[in-house]
T-cell receptor, first 111, second 116 residues
Framework: RKEVEQDPGPFNVPEGATVAFNCTYS??????FFWYRQDCRKEPKLLMS???SGNEDGRFTAQLNRASQYISLLIRDSKLSDSATYLC????????????FGKGTRLSVIA | NAGVTQTPKFQVLKTGQSMTLQCAQD?????MSWYRQDPGMGLRLIHY???????DQGEVPNGYNVSRSTTEDFPLRLLSAAPSQTSVYFC???????????????FGPGTRLTVL
């Protein structure tokens, strides 16, 4: 099983739709979780951290399920500008251990 | 702050040539890393450093060397370029590798390398 797995998509959704992505991770000792966004031919940028109790940032909601070892990202009221690749990122454990990136899920929001 | 800068933005090499991709950050970050990104493969870690004088191998280190003589700079050297090294290379930095849930990886804009 790969360390971090994501459905590559693409997810093609109309403007205004709600879309959700899941990401599973294999290391139960993983400490920190993030969602990054990457636009075409650009560098990845942090979208949001994922807290144990779940957290929301505007139209974006992130949740963590430690028992089932997955994190999720929910986007409400999708905008054309949300079109991007969303990368799930996990830190294997505390200390100087590199982050592990998923391969990303591609979202295309259509007018 | 300029953040993370990378040079060059584009480069074309012939097989067997060597070159150095430059990466610098002005945020006093201890942790720096190099990734390559290929279609369908996601980001793959090449080398990383947790501080000046300390480097370690990532997932795909073969064919690449790094050094970290200062906190600010983390150059990536291709020893003898091969077509398989055609890729987009990203440098990233953060306050620590995995110090806490608020740590953010800041990426440079990338170097697009083609090896003929």
């Amino acid at each position: 099983r790969k360390e971090v797995e994501q459905d590559p998509g693409p997810f093609n959704v109309p403007e205004g739709a709600t879309v959700a992505f899941n990401c599973t991770y294999s290391n139960s000792a993983s400490q920190s979780f993030f969602w990054y966004r990457q636009d075409c031919r650009k560098e990845p940028k942090l979208l949001m951290s994922v807290y144990s109790s779940g957290n929301e940032d505007g139209r974006f909601t992130a949740q963590l399920n430690r028992a089932s070892q997955y994190i999720s990202l929910l986007i409400r009221d999708s905008k054309l500008s949300d079109s991007a690749t969303y990368l799930c990122v996990v830190t294997p454990n505390s200390g100087n251990t590199p982050l592990v990136f998923g391969k990303g899920t591609r979202l295309s929001v259509i007018a | 702050n300029a953040g993370v800068t990378q040079t060059p933005k584009f480069q074309v090499l012939k097989t067997g040539q060597s070159m150095t991709l430059q990466c610098a950050q002005d945020m006093n970050h201890e942790y720096m890393s190099w990734y390559r990104q290929d279609p369908g493969m996601g980001l793959r870690l090449i080398h990383y450093s947790v501080g000046a004088g300390i480097t370690d191998q990532g997932e795909v280190p073969n064919g690449y060397n790094v050094s970290r003589s200062t906190t600010e700079d983390f150059p990536l050297r291709l020893l003898s370029a091969a077509p398989s090294q055609t890729s987009v290379y990203f440098c990233a930095s953060s306050y620590s590798a995995a110090g806490g849930i608020t740590d953010t990886q800041y990426f440079g804009p990338g170097t697009r390398l083609t090896v003929l």
